[in-house]
């Protein structure tokens, strides 16, 4: 079935470096994408969404791009910190008859190595 | 402002007995998501809520599983007669609208015995 996933399950960045998640999603007739932050033992935390009506989006470091032509989103986060280490999710707004829920990929690790 | 609060935030229960989950979403917001996140997986939809329309249940594994939600915000998620495939973390989340952003609740982490 179609879902969306990611291209790493895990990435390893230096303090201070830049990091860039991917995610590959496969319903071009998806509109809506969220990335999620989350820490061990903590629920996702919402960082950022994008529509499918615009191709980048930036909040506070983050900035999160979407390629429709390849169907692929990213997650870039500036200046990385030690903070920032925890499981990053993309996720797409369901599609079909269930267009409420998200559909979640597995995940990827980010590591920040001080 | 207070988020998605869920209790318990631990739950072992022994194989064959019925949980109830509660879920208080962030006040104003029309829609409730569930879902259940298994160790070192991707969380999985259950079921959702929006106003007062009919839930979506497509999510849900079995008939084991009900939720409700009274008054347009409170939720509880029953899983009746517990096997042990259903220990997992369970998710709530609420939002504006169905397309607007999903915050989060801290979750509720069952373990079936």
């Known amino acids: 079935g179609e879902s969306v996933g990611l291209h790493l399950p895990t990435l390893s960045v230096q303090e201070g470096d830049n990091s860039i998640i991917n995610c590959a999603y496969s319903n071009s007739a998806s509109d809506y994408f969220i990335w999620y932050k989350q820490e061990s033992g903590k629920g996702p935390q919402f960082i950022i969404d994008?529509?499918?009506?615009?191709d980048k989006r930036q909040g506070q470091r983050v900035t999160v791009l979407l390629n429709k032509t390849v169907k692929h989103l990213s997650l870039q986060i500036a200046a990385t910190q030690p903070g920032d280490s925890a499981v990053y999710f993309c996720?797409?707004?369901?599609?079909?008859?269930?267009?409420?829920?998200?559909?979640f990929g597995k995940g990827t690790k980010l590591s920040v190595k001080p | 402002g207070a988020g998605v609060s869920q209790s318990p935030s631990n739950k072992v229960t022994e194989k064959g007995k019925d949980v109830e989950l509660r879920c208080d979403p962030i006040?104003?917001?029309?829609?409730l998501y569930w879902y259940r996140q298994s160790l070192g997986q991707g969380l999985e939809f259950l079921i959702y809520f929006q106003g007062n329309s009919a839930p979506d249940k497509s999510g849900l594994p079995s008939d084991r599983f009900s939720a409700e939600r009274t008054g347009g915000s409170v939720s509880t998620l029953t899983i009746q007669r517990t096997q042990q495939e259903d220990s997992a973390v369970y998710l709530c989340?609420?939002?504006?609208?169905?397309?607007?952003?999903?915050?989060f609740g801290p979750g509720t982490r069952l373990t079936v015995l």
């Open positions: 989340a609420s939002s504006l609208g169905e397309d607007t952003a999903q915050y």
């Open positions: 994008i529509r499918s009506n615009m």
């Open positions: 996720a797409e707004r369901g599609y079909g008859g269930s267009q409420g829920n998200l559909i």
């Open positions: 006040s104003g917001h029309t829609a």
